[in-house]
């Protein structure tokens, strides 16, 4: 019997989330086992493709343990005379002590399940993301007594407590993180303990099989045309970090003889306060608010758009953007992409060459470059050709692969598509 790894996620299957998707399936298709836990269960309405070419059976824990007593209790039965359990409860109780939430009140009873459930043969736990994922992994690990690793990403480095994360890079049998500026922070905080280069830069990247190269020679617009305006995209969930209030503002101060449209794509929580304070600045008529959409749409969009725009900022809660998938995705379709100098954001745009990057909250800059890119495409299309160089030619996602594969074991070499 082959040893199996039970990946566990904070919601599955997530749109906004197939930088995870693309790596479990590139990953079964290297030959490893992967089952999935999924803490939540589906809220889009979408599905990504990938989802369906993914092999792994998924287990969804209980989300409120209140709501299935009967479950938890069995695996309290199974597994209460175990060294491993006791041991998970006295590092819950410190941790539950130290921070308090609802999530790691709950997270001990899915760890419970996690554990129980767990088929014989699963010699490892792997959490994506550093707080509540990595926290139930950790748990049902120590019960198991099995090694757990976790990938890191954004919203978890910056928001997790220091001394959770400081004592999960202890504990974990290794981490690896899709940013080099993740990656710095990350080690500078496993340095104070003395474990010195613990995380390991690895890039999501993009399977570019699914993103064909695109056709450079359609005509695009200067903004001079009322009939004819330049079309602005962008994709992201409505919520503080994303930074549209700051968008909206940029676009609102640009010249009235310059014609544009903003296609935006994505949900979130802030999307009706968003287009409330779009119409107190008389520009909501030229806006198109098309909410969360399949990636067949999402890619018929980054082809027919001008100019793509993220205006990353960092959150009052410390959230921030990592690498965003999404500026990758708009780089590979050849749009030239106007972003912030924020986190990792730098580390595929460079500014001048391969896109347009502004200080984080700064309506005057974003405006004065959406009005510079909107009057010029010969330069949109200069910008455009380089990101999708970079793309290309640095993130593809097989490009780091390999150092993932290794990590589980895996030796095959993979076979990578044409640049």
Same mark, same amino acid.
């Given at each position: 019997?082959?040893?199996?790894?039970?990946?566990?996620?904070?919601?599955?299957?997530r749109?906004?989330?197939t930088?995870?998707?693309?790596? +479990?399936?590139a990953?079964?298709?290297?030959g490893?086992?992967?089952?999935?836990?999924?803490? *939540?269960r589906?809220?889009d309405?979408? $599905?990504?493709?990938?989802?369906?070419?993914?092999?792994?059976?998924?287990?969804?824990l209980?989300?409120?343990?209140?709501?299935?007593p009967? *479950?938890?209790? *069995?695996?309290?039965?199974?597994?209460?005379?175990?060294?491993?359990?006791?041991? %998970?409860?006295?590092?819950?109780?410190?941790?539950?002590?130290? #921070?308090?939430?609802?999530?790691?009140a $709950?997270?001990?009873?899915?760890a419970?399940?996690?554990?129980?459930?767990?088929?014989?043969?699963?010699?490892?736990?792997?959490?994506?993301?550093?707080h509540?994922?990595a926290?139930?992994?950790?748990?049902?690990?120590?019960?198991?007594?099995?090694p757990?690793?976790?990938?890191?990403?954004?919203?978890?480095?910056?928001?997790?407590?220091?001394?959770?994360?400081?004592?999960?890079l202890?504990?974990?049998?290794?981490?690896?993180?899709?940013?080099?500026?993740?990656?710095?922070?990350?080690?500078?905080?496993?340095?104070?303990?003395?474990?010195?280069?613990?995380?390991?830069?690895?890039?999501?990247?993009?399977?570019? !099989?699914?993103?064909?190269?695109?056709?450079?020679?359609?005509?695009?617009?200067d903004?001079?045309?009322?009939?004819?305006?330049?079309?602005?995209?962008?994709?992201?969930? %409505?919520? @503080?970090?994303? /930074?549209?209030?700051? &968008?909206?503002?940029?676009? %609102?101060?640009?010249?009235d003889?310059l014609?544009?449209?903003?296609?935006h794509?994505?949900?979130?929580?802030?999307?009706?306060?968003?287009?409330?304070?779009?119409?107190a600045? #008389? +520009?909501? #008529?030229?806006?198109?608010?098309? /909410?969360?959409?399949?990636?067949?749409?999402?890619l018929?969009?980054?082809?027919?758009?001008?100019l793509?725009?993220?205006?990353?900022?960092?959150?009052?809660? !410390?959230?921030?953007?990592?690498?965003?998938n999404? &500026?990758? @995705?708009?780089?590979?379709? /050849?749009?030239?992409?106007?972003?912030?100098?924020?986190?990792?954001?730098?580390?595929?745009?460079?500014d001048?060459?391969?896109?347009?990057?502004?200080?984080?909250?700064?309506?005057?800059?974003?405006?004065?470059?959406?009005?510079?890119? &909107?009057?010029?495409p010969?330069?949109?299309?200069?910008?455009g050709?380089?990101g999708?160089? *970079?793309?290309?030619?640095?993130?593809?996602?097989?490009?780091?692969?390999d150092r993932?594969?290794?990590?589980? !074991?895996?030796?095959?070499?993979?076979?990578?598509?044409?640049?």
């Open positions: 019997m082959s040893a199996a790894v039970v990946f566990v996620l904070k919601g599955y299957p749109l906004s989330e930088f995870i998707a693309q790596e +479990i399936l990953l079964e298709q290297r490893l086992d992967i089952r999935i836990a999924s803490i *939540r589906p809220t309405a979408e $599905r990504h493709p990938i989802h369906n070419d993914i092999k792994a059976r998924v287990t969804y209980p989300e409120f343990p209140a709501l299935e009967l *479950r938890v209790f *069995r695996a309290w039965k199974g597994l209460h005379s175990r060294p491993g359990f006791w041991a %998970a409860r006295r590092q819950w109780l410190r941790d539950l002590r130290r #921070g308090p939430t609802p999530a790691r $709950r997270s001990f009873a899915q419970l399940v996690l554990a129980h459930e767990a088929a014989p043969e699963v010699s490892r736990l792997h959490a994506h993301f550093l509540t994922p926290s139930v992994a950790r748990y049902a690990a120590m019960m198991l007594d099995i757990w690793s976790c990938s890191a990403h954004a919203r978890d480095i910056w928001t997790t407590p220091v001394w959770e994360k400081t004592e999960k202890k504990t974990a049998d290794w981490l690896v993180t899709c940013t080099a500026h993740g990656q710095q922070y990350l080690n500078a905080l496993a340095a104070l303990s003395d474990c010195l280069d613990a995380v390991e830069l690895v890039y999501h990247g993009l399977d570019l !099989g699914r993103f064909p190269p695109p056709d450079f020679s359609s005509a695009k617009g903004g001079s045309s009322e009939k004819d305006p330049v079309v602005i995209l962008s994709v992201g969930r %409505a919520v @503080e970090k994303k /930074g549209y209030g700051t &968008l909206l503002g940029a676009l %609102a101060r640009l010249p003889d014609h544009w449209r903003l296609v794509i994505g949900g979130g929580p802030l999307r009706g306060r968003l287009q409330r304070h779009a119409r600045l #008389g +520009i909501d #008529g030229r806006i198109t608010w098309m /909410g969360t959409c399949a990636q067949e749409t999402v018929e969009h980054y082809r027919a758009a001008d793509f725009v993220l205006a990353s900022r960092l959150a009052p809660d !410390g959230d921030r953007d990592g690498l965003p999404v &500026l990758m @995705e708009a780089q590979s379709q /050849g749009l030239a992409c106007v972003s912030t100098a924020l986190s990792a954001i730098p580390e595929l745009i460079v001048g060459e391969t896109g347009v990057l502004v200080p984080p909250d700064d309506e005057e800059s974003l405006s004065a470059a959406l009005a510079e890119l &909107l009057a010029d010969d330069l949109r299309a200069r910008l050709a380089g999708h160089r *970079r793309v290309r030619e640095h993130f593809s996602h097989y490009r780091d692969l993932l594969a290794r990590k589980f !074991g895996l030796r095959a070499p993979v076979v990578r598509e044409c640049a």
